[in-house]
Nanobody, 128 residues
Framework: QVHLVESGGGLVQAGGSLRLSCTTS????????MAWFRQAPGKEREFVAA????????????DYANAVKGRFTISRDNAKNTVYLQMNSLKPEDTAVYYC?????????????????WGQGTQVTVSS
């Protein structure tokens, strides 16, 4: 049974930073891609960032309205079974519950339907 636990969320002012962590148990993460998603109240869960199993390839949300590339950085430490999301220059529109996800596949996760396992989420609130 794969178990993911997120931490690091909280309340921060606009322009501030937070670092989220996701620790996985039940299997080593080194063979699987990892990703972060977020869900704001009343909205669908959306992709934020993904990292390949070896950490070499990363992919970020780039749509104009909700782009995170250049502000967020995803990374992983396979020895610690942990994936991180460093979030800088936070905006009020980044407010959401952030979820860590992984799958049974080694392919990069960019859609919710590709994830097989989810954490319980951590709340990020950015005040203006």
């Amino acid at each position: 049974q794969v178990h993911l636990v997120e931490s690091g969320g909280g309340l921060v002012q606009a322009g501030g930073s937070l670092r989220l962590s996701c620790t996985t148990s039940g299997r080593p993460i080194s063979s699987y891609s990892m990703a972060w998603f977020r869900q704001a109240p009343g909205k669908e869960r959306e992709f934020v960032a993904a990292v390949s199993r070896n950490g070499v390839s990363t992919y970020y949300r780039t749509d104009y309205a909700n782009a995170v590339k250049g502000r967020f950085t995803i990374s992983r430490d396979n020895a610690k079974n942990t994936v991180y999301l460093q979030m800088n220059s936070l905006k009020p529109e980044d407010t959401a519950v952030y979820y860590c996800a992984t799958s049974e596949s080694s392919l990069l996760i960019t859609r919710s339907s590709q994830a097989d396992y989810w954490g319980q989420g951590t709340q990020v609130t950015v005040s203006s």
